[in-house]
């Protein structure tokens, strides 16, 4: 087993970081999420494993570093809250294009445009449904605790190497900011020049004479070319979808409603449902861990087990809700809960919602 | 078994790193814990509250909206956490400053001269100790060499010389909760 402490969200992202043996970080400083930059930059990472952390002038150039570095084939990531990752939309619709592999961070804040420093999950559709320009996606992971904000860093490498792909570690204000009992990964080397060569014959690993170049690039001017590029990258979405779906199901088994609920919601709906059974109702929980791709066939699984009804657990005005109801195609009840602004909903209010808008009188 | 638990005061008085010793400590416990501070502008001379949860189980819910014990360490506080203890609850509280006492009849409520009883150690920095001290002695949920521990564990190590003297605090604490 690692090593066991108590540490914020945001630490425990960047710790397992460094020790994922990842290559580089560029970032940016905002609330709820300094903490990411301020522990690496505590740490001297560059003399643990060689790791290069820099603050860079803005969100804009810190997502093209990463662009240029994940080019290379290096493992590099960059975390921000809600207005800076807007700012890095174009970046990443370009790493998109390009098929570049990286991990991004966002510790979700209220909005719109600066809002505020608070929790918040209004986030979902630029995570989830794009937020650049183009037909892309990202996989999304959305950490519940400290735990998974360290292992979904090693999860999200993985995936984004597996893939050539951006990972979104979705998180949010609270899970960033809150402690808890982590037990962290051991230290992994960094890979070496001569590896990644060896691994990734498609990175930019400099050109010798009588080697072919490569070339990375979200542009295409020819049409076809730009089509046939575009159904390859549908093609690969349509691979994730069948093969790296995530979740967890809580009380599922003989439940009669579902809270449907991810991150932070999820810990408090989890509640909820424990109050709920202590009142005899049969209430379950469905976490999805990834958002993208999104466990659809568990929702149809449970409607198909006797489900009667969804209540959307999210810190937004209801974003999530419409996968679920996608998910449920009108054959049982979905309905969206949730407080915004930073407000973060209590178990006991969600569980009224619940009473109110499923299960009724 | 689990306790919820909130503590409030002014940002300055240790609330956040009492709430982190006590979460620290419950691991060395073997417990499961979290540790969740307001944050943001509020902290800014304001008032910080924390809550933290110690369990048996794997905790779910990291914010709550009602708390089996709450520690109270200024007015504004008590004003907006007293009617959100459970009933059957623990409030703790330092009367040093309180106008308005608390009113309930419903939960236990206990004082803890904290500010005087620093004073008279001579360190005003082991106030939130000796508060600690109190609340554990009212719940009993981690034993002492394990708070130790914690202090080891959240304490950076140069200031590991302080421990001793941060014990002795919780015992002051643990012998004049009333």
Redesign the interface.
């Known amino acids: 087993m690692g090593e066991?402490k108590?540490m914020k969200g945001n630490e425990a992202l960047a710790e397992s970081a460094i020790r994922y043996g990842c290559d580089a970080y560029f970032g940016y400083p905002i609330?709820?999420q300094s903490e990411v930059i301020e522990y690496l930059s505590e740490q001297n990472p560059y003399e643990r494993t060689g790791m290069v952390v820099l603050q860079a002038e803005s969100e804009l150039a810190a997502i093209n570093m990463v662009y240029a570095a994940g080019a290379a084939g290096k493992r590099v990531m960059t975390s921000s809250s809600s207005p800076g990752v807007c700012l890095k939309q174009e970046g990443i619709a370009y790493i998109a294009g390009a098929e570049v592999p990286c991990v991004y961070a966002d510790v979700v804040r209220g909005g719109p445009g600066l809002g505020t420093?608070?929790p918040s999950q209004a986030d979902y559709f630029q995570a989830v449904k794009g937020g650049g320009n183009g037909d892309y996606k990202n996989i999304v992971l959305a950490p519940a605790s400290v735990q998974e904000m360290a292992d979904f860093v090693a999860l999200g490498f993985d995936l984004a190497f597996k893939y050539r792909m951006a990972v979104c570690i979705l998180s949010d204000?609270?899970i960033g900011?809150?402690?808890?009992?982590v037990v962290l990964p051991e230290q992994k080397p960094r890979m070496t020049e001569e590896e990644i060569k060896a691994k990734y014959p498609w990175a930019l690993t400099g050109r010798k004479r009588g080697t072919q170049h490569r070339i990375i690039t979200s542009l295409d001017l020819d049409s076809n070319k730009m089509e046939e590029h575009n159904r390859h990258l549908q093609a690969k979405y349509k691979m994730v979808e069948e093969n790296e779906v995530r979740y967890e199901e809580i009380n599922c088994e003989d439940a009669d409603y579902v809270f449907v609920a991810y991150g932070?919601s999820a810990?408090?709906a989890?509640?909820s449902v424990?109050l709920g059974r202590e009142q005899g109702l049969k209430l379950g929980l469905l976490r999805p861990i990834t958002l993208f791709p999104y466990p659809t066939k568990a929702i149809e699984n449970l409607i198909n087990h006797g489900v009667k009804g969804f209540l959307s657990v999210e810190l937004s005005c209801g974003q999530m809700i419409e996968d679920v109801k996608l998910a449920c195609n009108g054959r049982v009840k979905a309905e969206h809960f949730g407080r915004v602004g930073g407000i973060?909903h209590?178990?006991?209010e969600v569980l009224e919602a619940m009473k109110k808008q499923i299960i009724g009188e | 078994m689990t306790e919820e638990i909130i503590i409030a005061g002014f940002g300055g008085q240790g609330v956040l790193s009492m709430g982190k010793i006590l979460a620290y400590s419950g691991i060395m416990e073997g417990k499961e814990v979290s540790w969740m501070p307001s944050y943001g502008p509020e902290m800014r001379g304001g008032t910080a509250n924390v809550t933290v949860i110690v369990s048996d189980e794997r905790v779910c819910s990291p914010i709550l909206n009602a708390f089996d014990t709450a520690v109270i360490l200024n007015q504004q506080s008590l004003d907006k956490f007293e009617s959100k203890v459970k009933p059957g609850g623990y409030l703790l509280y330092d009367p040093n400053g309180i106008t308005k006492k608390p009113t309930r009849t419903d939960i236990h409520i206990h004082t803890i001269e904290g500010a005087q009883l620093a004073s008279d150690m001579g360190n005003s920095k082991v106030f939130n100790m000796i508060i600690l001290g109190a609340f554990l002695k009212l719940r009993p949920i981690i034993l002492d060499k394990n708070v130790e521990e914690g202090l080891r564990h959240s304490l950076p190590e140069r200031a590991h010389k302080l421990i001793p003297l941060n014990m002795q605090a919780v015992q002051v604490g643990k012998d004049n909760v009333k």
């Open positions: 066991l108590l609330t709820p420093i608070q204000g609270a900011q809150m402690m808890e009992k932070s810990r408090i989890q509640k424990q973060i209590t178990p006991e």
